[in-house]
């Protein structure tokens, strides 16, 4: 049993609190992603399983083995950084056995694993190389070797892939996962792509401002956010939030025409609900006239229209295919009742 | 997976704790010399100067004394004076280093062929040592052949003795040091000029920004670091100035040229001097008025640090 | 019968002093051999500011210094051996009558001479002759003399002042002739305020000379070597120096009927004559290890037979300080030991920077030289070495 | 670029620049030729009042023959040599060591360690030279090339600290992390990890450091006296009593005494000027 | 009339030639946006109209006046910096104003026009502080309103986005564009970005190695692009390539399980082509088993396949909505013959 728990995890820099008692399970072998705003703490929470940063209070589990106050060396993990952190002095094949090395094991049994981690990367024809004369990617693969090397029992990475370009984040991005598949060893990983997320994850965890906000399967979030902050924060683009009156249990707004019915039973003597709709969801009805198109922007195979209320807000619109809606129409909205998202106004949380 | 940590969990008090060791066993030993031969020293010229001492019998405790004769020489315009005011010519007239260094980087930061060589050529004065730079500099005004005699006799002026002048000799001996001074701050210019934004110049060529005003409005703002360095070594180089005025003129005419460090020199250790609690009150004095530029880039340093 | 061993620190640096002392120790060695002798030479310049550190850290057995007040500091600090039971010995007592003055502190001797060298007004005699001058014996006929040279387009007398002592010389003569010996030592020893009158008229008679441009322009900053060109090139008529000036004036392609010597001439002639004759010793530390063989050496090197030895003109070309030694017959050795023998009735000084002690003797120096820049400032300068003999001899 | 590159000018101002630049050069190095052409001449030239012309015969073998044959230079030379190369490894590690304390850890005194070390280092050491001479005196190093190197490395940490912290600062904080997590001590992170990455600023504070103490005249004569253990700096004052007035001669002598540095700056220019921008401060 | 006219535009440095005689004609007002690899010369040609490179051959004219020798600054144009080249050590509004204090305009002047250069960008309140204390959009709108300022004819932008975060970029891209509709100016515009170039040009240039590949309006490159580079270029995911062969005028590849007609007629005696398929414009066919399924990225809305034929070719297909066909599973293709682009398989060249 490998499984990372946190228990109540809290980190203080000074007097500045930044981590806020998070309580965390990752199973053995899952791959776990962490993501959530900039400075939020995904990198700080990282870094205390890691053991770079000291845990303020709460505790932090390994496998059965309390680790919070371990030496990072002796918690069994192995790190992957952004900037891939590859000594340059070293060839690939003198980095990737340099732990080993400094903790004295053999020469033999050194050469024998890093050699099963290149071929494993397809890194065996660098071995010889230094850093700077390998691609972003390659070198991205090295870091990861370095870590396979050592064989741990958790593999942290903190957006490894953001310095590489897109298309090799693709790559890479794939490469990972096969990887997790193949060792089958935890995996804890920290990135703010919301594609990366929801393809490599088991298990993605939102983090706001140092708390955890949803934990769940991808499709788990995407269909079922908890609040209005997960809801917002997961999917591309962003989903639209209009705030609603509630009318004899149904939901009224002038974007919407007529009133819509309420997917789910709203509490008694609510009267103002946010209600939240994924630009993908929505089809424009052009024998409305509650909107208006302010622009269309058209990418081939996808458009997206932005349209604003009478009152001002703002919505977006995905239409698929060709069709370009022309500036300035009036239009109207068109979503299945199933396909709206609830929340209460003031505390952003999910009404269902 | 196995995992490389099978080392027992009773670690031993000093690998628990290496991190928080490990920064003094790397300082100890810089710490220790420093603080020997830098730090102590300091206090011990402090304690020097309540005394009165020549080196050879007892140290006598005097209190202020060494430093209100100080102030009688600074009164009465005798050797102290001149010292002092002789170094404050040295700190303004020394920066003129820097718009000279900046003047040649300007002229040098192009791309034709062998410019390298140029630039280093031009370097060439700070690598030599201020006491060849001195012997050079004092046949250039030597009166009977010097070359600056020999060129102003060609513009039908002349001659000046200005090592033998009491109202030159400061500013001739300033010249010579500015020699490699200047080559210095031109390096830094010039790894200044290479640091400089082009898309900033661009962005200024686009603004209509032209030779001057392009040098004043874009490039010297950016310069700035460059300029800051500049200023901190000149000043330390003015205050320190001792070589110079050793080689060419040991103070002279009839002490004329005598800089603070050197008349602290002269007071403790020269031919007639001996005087160590006297010249340790001098070299306090110096290193009160090197510590406002001392507490100047400290703080500049402390701000930058800060602001990361 | 010496053993052990003798360290013997030495400031002859330049080559042939240096080869002389050398050559004297390698005789005093082959009368002891089994005595270890180490020499240390050390440039002359150092020497002055080292001697401070090996006197009182690591001492060798003997060491070179100069006479009168220069001693004085280390034999109050007690760092010199008293040597005075040398001078009861009868052959020293009569051998070195002669400077045992100049060791003497407190009545008491704190090491022996080994050289001494007259100065005086070394000048060209071809010059003289073209100009028809002769050697002056009274000071109108040296300001005569000097107004016809500069007539001519010359200076009178080369000097360089850039490192003071030069005008020291200049001092010392002129403050003897005009208000003689004792007054002198008395100036130096800090009893006579620099603002006395007497003081003045020294500097007046000097302002005669300066005025009429007698010395050469600029020699503030040239070194007693820079000047001397001048006077091998004929532009200059005279350099009052020690003897020492000889060798390099030689070497420069003056010969001897070119290169003469007069005394110092008369100005007071109420004053008796006397001379500058700096005094090189040697001194036993008071921390030496071995002054048994130190003793002997001193003896040695004393010895009538080693002065004749090491002051001929092939070595160091000085002056003998045992009466019982003979003097090279080289003519400026010649005239300069008669000089002192006979004509300097009123006293040997050492010189101006030995006979006043070291930060008076910097400052004063200091003065000489604005002097003779600018001799306007005389009262100014007076009354700032006033200042300093008020604070430097409390 | 700033200013307009030439090359994008007219035909003339390109040739002005071109040939403005050999003789700006001439008229900057002026004082270094005419001692290098003071170093060629017969003393006759001298005496003759030949100064700035046609040596009438070419001297420099004879003249420089006479600085290593007939001189104390070779040994102020190689004085020079023993006491600057151990000053410049004694400063290096020093001071790769403290900088790697300070760059690389946090603890409250850090910054105040670093900045003691700076303000040391600007301290105008005037101040230090009664204290620092007794203490040698008081070692038994007074007057040795030890005692020399000693000060020197001591000095020099402070600048030499500056430096390096200033480096390893700059270096990805990453890499030591990963270390740690990879199980290096500390030391080991220090030996294997960072040393190997310092390697530019070692070359690059050697150079400079070389230098600086080769050209030191203070301290080597505060500390040091004769020929047994000065630098060439000290030396060549004495070579020039010595010949006082000689100039062909004292020139020659200054020449060999500023060849080294010289030869260092042109063999290792780029780590000279790395170190003095990165270092920047003397 | 400001449009911007180039002739034979040449840019050599030295030997080597960068830009290979550019013909192109930009409309007053329009929006134009040149796109291409990396390294094809569009900063150069950039910068050639704005007069920091010289043009070594051809000619370059604005509105009426041949500008190709005139000195940057008098050819009213503005240019915005991908790293913004704001001045350090001025403020907001010494930025914005330094150009017309340079051109000796009066203060009132200067400061009424960046008053409302600063009010269109909202950066009123902002104007008092100097670039570094401003948030990467808010200098990105300060080097805009810079350019403003100064009332240039055109308006060039060199990647004036690339430094921002995916957020902001959306955000400062639909800001240039209302700008773009305000003042109307003429406006050209450098990117790597399919977005931005789909969603903001009037106008697509697409450059390769100094030349043009094709020019115009965003959506006809999409859907009728002149050859295989600017097919494969415009469009995200790219577009599939399959060589086919041609059978009896009929496409045959293994993929396609039975021949296709072919949508347009093929020259005689063409043995192969190059068959063009957007990812978007394919359908998995479940019942057929050409194909494998190696992984599936389900971001939400939308899910890609990742395919490879049996010869080891790949192919990437969306998906809309939420199924997820599941890894290793046997598909088939499905596309209307009318999306299929050909192109000789030896030029490249559309075949139409
Ligand atoms: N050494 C420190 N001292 C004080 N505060 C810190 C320190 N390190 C980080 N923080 C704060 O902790 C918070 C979390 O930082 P962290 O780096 O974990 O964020 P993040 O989620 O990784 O952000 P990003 O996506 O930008 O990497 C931030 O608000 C940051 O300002
Ligand atoms: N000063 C120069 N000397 C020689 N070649 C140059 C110079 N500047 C640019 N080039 C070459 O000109 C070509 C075009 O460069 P340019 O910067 O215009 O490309 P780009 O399309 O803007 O690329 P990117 O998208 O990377 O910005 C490149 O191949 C480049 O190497
Ligand atoms: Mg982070
Ligand atoms: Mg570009």
Not at chain 1, 301 to 313: A, I, K, P, R
Not at chain 1, 328 to 333: A, S, T, Y
């Amino acid at each position: 049993m490998t499984g990372v728990t946190l228990q109540g995890a809290i980190k203080r820099y000074g007097e500045t609190q930044v981590i806020h008692g998070i309580d965390l399970e990752i199973e053995d072998g899952e791959f776990c992603v962490f993501v959530g705003p900039s400075g939020c703490g995904k990198s700080t929470l990282l870094r205390m399983i890691a053991g770079l940063e000291e845990t303020t209070e709460g505790s932090i589990n390994i496998g059965q083995r309390d680790v919070t106050h371990v030496d990072p060396a002796k918690r069994g993990v192995a790190m992957v950084f952004q900037t891939y952190a590859l000594y340059p002095h070293m060839t690939v094949a003198e980095n990737m056995g340099f732990g080993l090395r400094m903790n004295g094991h053999p020469k033999e049994e050194i050469e024998e694993k890093v050699a099963k981690a290149s071929s494993i990367l397809k890194l065996d024809q660098y071995l010889a190389r230094k850093p700077k004369a390998l691609s972003g990617g390659q070198r991205q693969r090295v870091a990861i070797g370095r870590a396979i090397v050592r064989g741990p029992e958790v593999f942290l990475f903190d957006e490894p892939l953001s310095n590489l370009d897109a298309e090799l984040r693709v790559e890479m991005r794939v490469e990972i996962s096969r990887l997790h598949q193949e060792i089958g060893a935890t995996m804890i990983y920290v990135t703010h792509d919301q594609v990366e997320a929801m393809t490599m994850a088991d298990k993605i965890v939102v983090l706001r401002d140092g708390r955890i906000e949803q934990v769940g399967a991808p499709l788990d979030l995407y269909r079922n956010p908890d609040n209005k902050f997960v809801a917002g924060f997961i999917g591309s683009p962003s989903m639209n939030f209009l705030e609603c009156d509630v009318v004899d249990g149904k939901l009224v707004h002038p974007a919407f025409g007529a009133p819509q019915t309420s997917p789910v039973k709203l509490p008694e003597g609510m009267s103002k609900v946010t209600v939240g709709m994924r630009p993908e969801h929505i089809e424009l009805n052009h024998d409305a006239d509650e909107l208006t198109i302010n622009l269309t922007e058209a990418l081939g195979g996808v458009s997206y229209c932005y349209l604003t209320t009478g009152g001002g807000e703002q919505l977006i619109v995905e239409e698929r295919g060709d069709s370009r809606s022309p500036e300035g129409e009036k239009v109207g909205l068109q979503v299945a009742t199933e396909r709206l998202f609830l929340f209460d106004s003031d505390t952003g949380l999910r009404l269902r | 997976m196995t995992v490389a940590s099978d080392i027992p969990e009773t670690e031993s008090w000093f690998h628990k704790n290496q991190q928080k060791i490990a920064p003094w066993i790397f300082l100890a030993p810089g710490i220790l010399f420093f603080a020997v031969y830098v730090i102590i020293p300091i206090f011990q010229s402090f304690n020097l100067s309540l005394y009165e001492w020549d080196g050879l019998g007892q140290a006598e405790y005097v209190g202020l004394s060494n430093y209100e004769q100080l102030y009688w020489e600074y009164v009465d315009r005798d050797a102290f004076f001149i010292s002092l005011k002789n170094n404050v010519i040295w700190l303004f007239m020394y920066l003129l280093a820097i718009p000279a260094g900046l003047f040649i980087a300007l002229f040098l930061n192009q791309t034709v062929r062998g410019i390298r060589i140029y630039k280093s050529l031009f370097f060439f004065p700070f690598v030599i040592s201020q006491v060849v730079v001195g012997l050079v500099f004092s046949w250039f005004y030597n009166p009977s052949f010097g070359l600056l005699n020999t060129m102003l006799a060609w513009v039908n002026l002349g001659p000046v003795n200005v090592l033998g002048d009491e109202n030159l000799v400061t500013y001739g001996i300033i010249v010579a040091g500015l020699w490699p001074q200047t080559a210095y701050c031109m390096i830094l210019y010039l790894t200044g000029l290479n640091a400089v934004d082009p898309e900033q110049i661009e962005a200024g060529r686009l603004d209509g920004a032209k030779g001057l005003r392009m040098l004043w409005h874009i490039i010297l703002p950016q310069l700035r670091p460059a300029t800051f360095i500049a200023f901190v070594v000149t000043i330390i180089g003015a205050l320190r100035s001792f070589d110079l005025v050793s080689i060419m003129t040991e103070g002279g005419p009839f002490g004329s040229s005598r800089v603070l460090a050197y008349y602290m020199f002269e007071v403790a250790l020269s031919e007639y001097g001996f005087r160590m609690g006297y010249g340790a009150a001098i070299a306090v004095v110096l290193f009160m008025i090197m510590m406002c530029f001392i507490a100047y880039f400290l703080w500049s340093m402390y701000r930058e640090e800060k602001g990361h | 019968e010496l053993t052990g061993d003798l360290t013997i620190f030495l400031d002859t640096s330049n080559p042939a002093p240096r080869a002389t002392m050398e050559a004297m120790i390698g005789r005093f060695q082959e009368k002891h051999p089994d005595l270890n002798i180490e020499t240390t030479v050390i440039d002359r310049e150092a020497y002055k500011t080292q001697i401070r550190n090996f006197l009182t850290a690591d001492a060798p057995d003997v060491a070179t210094w100069y006479a009168a007040n220069r001693m004085r500091p280390y034999v109050e600090a007690g760092l010199f051996e008293d040597v005075s039971d040398l001078y009861a010995e009868p052959a020293i007592a009569e051998g070195l009558a002669s400077t045992k003055g100049a060791l003497t502190i407190d009545d008491k001797q704190w090491g022996v001479a080994y050289t001494y060298y007259q100065w005086g007004v070394y000048y060209r005699k071809d010059i003289f002759a073209e100009l028809g001058l002769s050697e002056p014996m009274t000071w109108d006929e040296e300001k005569a003399n000097c107004a016809k040279i500069v007539e001519s387009g010359r200076a009178c007398y080369t000097i360089g002042t850039k490192y003071l002592w030069t005008a020291g010389g200049w001092f010392d003569y002129l403050n003897m002739r005009t208000n003689g010996f004792d007054f002198h030592m008395d100036l130096a020893a800090g009893k006579v305020a620099w603002t006395d009158d007497r003081v003045k008229q020294t500097f007046m008679n000097w302002k005669e000379l300066i005025d009429m441009g007698g010395f050469i322009a600029d020699h503030q900053t040239y070194s007693w070597q820079e000047a001397l060109p001048f006077m091998v090139k004929g532009e200059a008529a005279a350099y009052l120096m020690g003897n020492f000036a000889v060798a390099p004036l030689r070497e420069a392609g003056l010969t001897d009927d070119q290169l003469d010597f007069y005394q110092f001439v008369k100005i007071n002639p109420d004053v008796e004559l006397s001379e500058d004759a700096p005094t090189d010793t040697f001194h036993i530390p008071a921390n030496a290890k071995n002054k048994e063989a130190a003793r002997e050496f001193l003896r040695f090197a004393t010895s009538p037979e080693e002065q004749t030895i090491i002051n001929n003109g092939k070595n160091l070309g000085q002056l003998p300080v045992n009466a019982g030694s003979s003097v090279d017959d080289d003519k400026f050795l010649q005239q300069g030991f008669q000089m002192l023998s006979t004509n300097s009735t009123g006293g040997v000084a050492q010189f101006w920077d030995r006979d006043a002690p070291a930060e008076m003797a910097k400052v004063s120096m200091e003065g000489f030289q604005e002097f003779m820049v600018k001799p306007d400032n005389l009262d100014k300068i007076l009354s700032k070495l006033e200042r300093a003999r008020e604070r430097i001899y409390k | 670029m700033f200013p307009k590159p030439i090359e994008k000018q007219s035909a003339g101002a390109q040739f002005a620049y071109k040939s403005l630049l050999p003789v700006a050069l001439l008229f900057w190095l002026a004082p270094l030729l005419a001692v290098a052409l003071f170093s060629i001449k017969p003393d006759a030239d001298f005496t003759a009042g030949n100064y700035w012309g046609v040596p009438s015969s070419f001297e420099g073998f004879n003249n420089y023959g006479q600085v290593f044959f007939n001189s104390d230079m070779p040994q102020y030379l190689l004085n020079s040599f023993m006491i600057t190369i151990p000053t410049v490894i004694g400063a290096v590690a020093l001071s790769s060591m403290t900088g790697f304390a300070l760059g690389v850890y946090k603890f409250r005194a850090n910054l105040w360690i670093f900045f003691l070390f700076v303000a040391g280092n600007f301290v105008p050491f005037q101040i230090l030279m009664v204290p620092v001479r007794d203490l040698t005196l008081s070692l038994g190093l007074y007057d040795t090339k030890a005692g020399l190197v000693l000060f020197h490395i001591a000095f020099q940490t402070g600048f030499c600290t500056l430096f390096m912290r200033n480096f390893i600062r700059a270096l990805p904080y990453e890499l030591i992390e990963a270390a740690r997590v990879e199980g290096v001590s500390e030391i080991k992170i220090f030996w294997y990890v960072v040393l190997p990455l310092m390697k530019p600023a070692l070359a690059a504070l050697s150079v400079l450091i070389f230098t600086f103490i080769w050209n030191d005249y203070f301290w080597a004569i505060v500390l040091t006296q004769g020929p047994d253990s000065q630098p060439v700096t000290a030396g060549i004052t004495s070579f020039n009593a010595q010949f006082r007035a000689a100039y062909h001669m004292m020139s020659a002598g200054s020449i060999v005494a500023a060849l080294p540095p010289v030869a260092m700056f042109f063999l290792m220019q780029k780590h000279f000027i790395a170190g003095l921008t990165l270092g920047a401060v003397k």
